[in-house]
């Protein structure tokens, strides 16, 4: 329809400067890209997206490495864990008492009393 519009002002005889300003305001809106520029655009986009790929790998196969190393401490960390729980135990059992005991020359309780008081202890 604007190229009918067009037309009839090139017909109604409009001087060659008129025209020309009226076919300059009618492209103003629109973006022409040629074949070249849309191509190197397609380019641009295909380099940016690689780019952007091998970025993505790479940053997954470094957090897949620092995982791998975390899981690894941890292991470790369970491992000296339970060690500590059974040297725990080891210090604690009867036998290493006694031998602490005769380490510091303690002397084994043989002669227990009792001490019985009547009445009440507490502060009423």
């Given amino acids: 329809m604007t190229k009918i519009l067009i037309i009839n002002k090139y017909i109604s005889g409009k001087s060659?400067?008129?025209k020309r300003t009226r076919v300059k305001t009618e492209n103003k809106g629109s973006i022409k890209i040629s074949l070249v520029g849309a191509g190197f655009l397609v380019v641009l986009c295909i380099i940016f997206m690689t780019a952007f790929y091998l970025f993505q790998v790479n940053n997954l196969a470094i957090k897949g490495y620092e995982v791998k190393d975390l899981e690894n401490k941890i292991s470790e960390l369970r491992k000296n864990n339970?060690?500590?729980?059974?040297r725990e135990m080891e210090l604690r059992s009867m036998y290493a008492i006694e031998t602490a005991a005769k380490n510091f020359n303690l002397l084994?309780?043989?002669?227990?009393?009792y001490l019985e008081i009547d009445g009440p202890v507490a502060i009423k």
């Fill in 16 to 18: 060659l400067d008129e």
């Fill in 82 to 86: 339970k060690e500590m729980q059974i």
């Fill in 108 to 113: 084994d309780s043989t002669d227990i009393t």
